[in-house]
Nanobody
Framework: DVQLVESGGGSVLAGGSLRLSCAAS????????VGWFRQAPGKEREGVAA????????YYAGSVKGRFTISQDNAKNTVYLQMSSLKPEDTGMYYC???????????????????WGQGTQVTVS
């Protein structure tokens, strides 16, 4: 079974940084897509970053480009989201997601992913 476990969330002041981790089991990040999504209260879940481990290609939402960096550690089978220059509007629950057997959707589309972690809360004030 695919399992994803996020960690690293917390509360920070605007302008601060956090690094989120997504540890995967039953899924090889080095040869597959992993996405990071966030959901603020009352809003839909949105994609913020994704990585195609097989092609070493990254994708970012316009709202985080230049501030967030997605990367992977193949030895640890873990994907990271380094978040810098955080803003209050970055507040939300952050989820990582895996894609098994799905093709054809944009990398930041929820439809491309069918396994989700439990989420980690990020609060920026």
């Amino acid at each position: 079974d695919v399992q994803l476990v996020e960690s690293g969330g917390g509360s920070v002041l605007a302008g601060g940084s956090l690094r989120l981790s997504c540890a995967a089991s039953g899924y090889t990040v080095s040869s597959n897509f992993v996405g990071w999504f966030r959901q603020a209260p009352g809003k839909e879940r949105e994609g913020v970053a994704a990585i195609n481990g097989g092609a070493d290609t990254t994708y970012y939402a316009g709202s985080v480009k230049g501030r967030f960096t997605i990367s992977q550690d193949n030895a640890k089978n873990t994907v990271y989201l380094q978040m810098s220059s955080l803003k209050p509007e970055d507040t939300g629950m952050y989820y990582c997601a895996a894609s098994v057997g799905i093709r054809g959707y944009p990398a930041l589309s929820r439809a491309q992913y069918n396994y989700w972690g439990q989420g980690t809360q990020v609060t920026v004030s």
